[in-house]
């Protein structure tokens, strides 16, 4: 999701040189909860049998693949004795193939595994991935990456516990969902920048009556209406609602007055004609693309597209948090996937030391230059982008730190990502209402719960 032309060739060769000499710190000996080729904890894998480490991720598109062309050869630099066999493939494909993939005898070593309990839940509840926890001692990941965020990638033993427990997986990046818009387009229809909720929920009937399609979205997949939804939801139902709903952790309903109101405003943007025309049966890249040339006046989607659209469009385009409804800002956010280390890995002391190189200091570096949100200390790397780039790494600091990062909605359950895809598909088409929507929300989440 990131362009690939950021930093000059001269600069390509001198953090490749600096990521090369950057050695893991002395060995540490422990013993981890689970084994490989080894039964203790190795950070020095420098002298251990040549071999090949295999890494399957959905880092695909521009810069997002540029950064992981940069480290994997850099951590080849590193260690000679190691090959990475890197298998890249989109979200969508990688969800239907890592299931088939992790059952079966020729399992990779390292993944990224989507959060949601319907995958790495799942995943935890198998044994097919393992804790990280040892490592996590052993490299110091927990003084590198703070509490809040190393509870999107935490799972009790049995998967019971979504945000508390072990830690399976250590995540490259920071998300957040916004709103892109071109200024040019707003300053033709004599727009400001809004600045409350109501703003912008007033400017959608602007644009319309103009001629204009305000709202751009593409969800045949089903899954982009659920960052949607996430946006309008922040705008009326309280956080600390809607963190226990989005871990599927017990405490929350989904029938109340605030969901009530976010699922109504979402069916009215639909019925009212504020998407484009057939906008559920059309594919997300499709439609970025779409208004990448010039269709549309806003997208409410993630911050991963700031860097295709900024390619696509130069200086005219902008990211923004979600005008605020409230004292604060709050959206749908948290991490990128994060990399996992299976059972049937090989030696999980190479994964490990795979997965601490990639989530370095000096790999958030590439991932800023490759025009990717770090997930630590994002606002340190704004200065040295530019554009739509920046705006997100001012937006993710700002949500973060100031405001509210709400969990994407399809961890909550086994099933959830299926059933939260199916109603918002049907609320939008108008086929089921606000309750009746709530109801199969309501019904998923409780009967997990319980």
């Known amino acids: 999701m990131r362009p690939a032309k950021f930093i000059a060739p001269a600069a390509v060769a001198a953090v490749v040189l600096m990521l090369g000499a950057c050695a893991p710190g002395p060995s540490n000996e422990s013993s981890p909860s689970e084994g490989g080729a080894s039964s203790e904890v190795i950070t020095d894998i420098s002298s251990l049998p040549e071999q090949t480490l295999t890494v399957w991720d959905q880092e695909v598109r521009g810069g997002q693949d540029e950064q992981m062309k940069r480290l994997n050869k850099a951590f080849m630099k590193k260690y000679p004795n190691i090959t990475i066999d890197r298998v890249s493939q989109s979200f969508d494909d990688l969800q239907t193939t890592l299931r088939l993939a992790l059952s079966g005898d020729d399992a990779p070593d390292v993944v990224e595994a989507n959060n949601a309990r319907s995958m790495m839940g799942q995943f935890v509840s198998a044994g097919q991935i393992i804790p990280l926890d040892p490592w996590a001692d052993a490299y110091k990941w927990r003084d590198r990456y703070s509490d809040s965020i190393l509870s999107y990638s935490s799972y009790s033993a049995d998967a019971t516990k979504f945000g508390e427990g072990s830690l399976y997986g250590l995540p490259q990046v920071g998300e957040v969902v916004g709103v892109f818009y ?191 949100v770090p997930v630590n200390d994002a606002a340190k790397y704004a200065g040295g982008t530019k554009g739509v780039v920046a705006d997100v790494l001012n937006v993710f600091t700002t949500v973060s730190e100031e405001g509210e990062i709400l969990p994407y909605l399809d961890y909550a359950t086994p099933t959830f990502n299926q059933t939260l895809g199916d109603a918002l598909q049907q609320l939008m088409a108008g086929s089921m209402t606000p309750e009746a929507f709530l109801d199969a929300l309501e019904a998923d989440y409780s009967g997990f719960v319980k």
């Open 182 to 372: 071109a200024p040019s387009r707003l300053e033709e229809l004599g727009l400001q920048v809004p600045k409350t909720w109501d703003e912008f929920s007033d400017q959608l009937k602007t644009i319309k009556d103009a001629g204009k399609t305000p709202l751009m979205l593409g969800n045949v997949d089903k899954w982009p209406a659920f960052h949607l939804f996430g946006a309008v939801q922040a705008a009326h139902v309280p956080a600390d609602q809607v963190r226990p709903l989005g871990f599927g952790n017990a405490g929350a309903t989904w029938k109340s007055d605030e969901n009530v109101a976010a699922a109504k405003q979402l069916q009215d943007w639909a019925t009212s004609g504020y998407f484009n025309e057939g906008f559920n049966g059309v594919d997300y890249d499709s439609v970025w693309q779409s208004f990448a040339k010039g269709d549309g006046v806003y997208l409410i989607a993630g911050s991963w597209l700031a860097p295709d659209l900024m390619e696509a469009m130069g200086d005219d385009v902008a990211f923004m948090a979600p005008p605020m409804a409230g004292d604060k800002p709050a959206t749908t956010g948290g991490t990128g996937l994060p990399f996992a280390i299976t059972s049937s890995a090989k030696d999980p002391n190479v994964a490990a030391a795979y997965i601490d190189f990639i989530t370095t200091d000096e790999a958030m570096q590439v991932l800023a230059d490759t025009g990717n």
